[in-house]
């Protein structure tokens, strides 16, 4: 079905909004390592999962270029809320108010780390995006779910390979860095593999609200 160019998907929006929102709460929780059974990991895996899950349902159901714009829209977002919040951290608290040092620690995202983050936001999500599309492509739409977690493994292992290194090389021991690195990419798509049944019925209830099920042929893979 094809639809006026210049109408608006309201689930698109949804998706847009809930892919924002997960971005941002990542950053936050992320300030938090956590134990899970003998595993440390970062506050972030609770929540930062779910942005490759709806790269995935947005790449399936309108393609690549749509989900570039799902991707920078997240990026410019992001990027608008931690400088934002490095503002104000900057900014000297009110004489009565004696909380910055913990203002701090939740909002005040190290310039290294924010770098790291976005650069690896960016490589991961568009991989993600890519391995989606051309697996589509060449399977004729069949194996969902094979493309959504071998996209979902390709794009976190490269958001992995990037952002540690780059966040913490001279911050945590360097003999740890792999493991980190090998359980968030492992945690991640287990993460995928548990919802993946919910994944399914929701990128089929969308496919039939929309009437959109894009294969992306012919069509250029720049990242602008």
Known sequence: MNKNKTSVSMLFMLFSMLFTVCLIAANLLGTKQIAVGPFNLTGGLLVFPV??????????????RRARLLIWT???????????????DAIPGAPYWNNQEG????FG???RIAFAS???????????????????????GKNFSLR???????????????????????VIPNEELPYLMLWQVLFKTA???????????VVDFVKRHEGEDVYDRNISYSVF
Do not use: Q
């Open 51 to 64: 942005s490759y899950i709806i790269n995935d349902c947005v790449s399936e159901v309108w393609g690549f």
């Open 74 to 88: 997240g990026f410019l977002m992001n990027f608008f809320f931690v400088s934002v919040c490095a503002l104000c």
């Open 103 to 106: 203002f701090h620690a939740i």
């Open 109 to 111: 995202l190290a310039p």
């Open 118 to 140: 976005f650069m690896a936001f960016l490589v991961g999500s568009f991989i993600n995006a890519y391995v989606m599309s051309r697996m589509k492509v060449h399977s004729e």
């Open 148 to 170: 959504a977690i071998a996209s979902t493994l390709f794009g976190e292992s490269a958001d992995s390979i990037i952002f540690f290194p780059l966040a913490f090389y001279g």
């Open 191 to 201: 993460y995928e593999l548990l919802v993946l049944p919910l994944t399914i019925r």
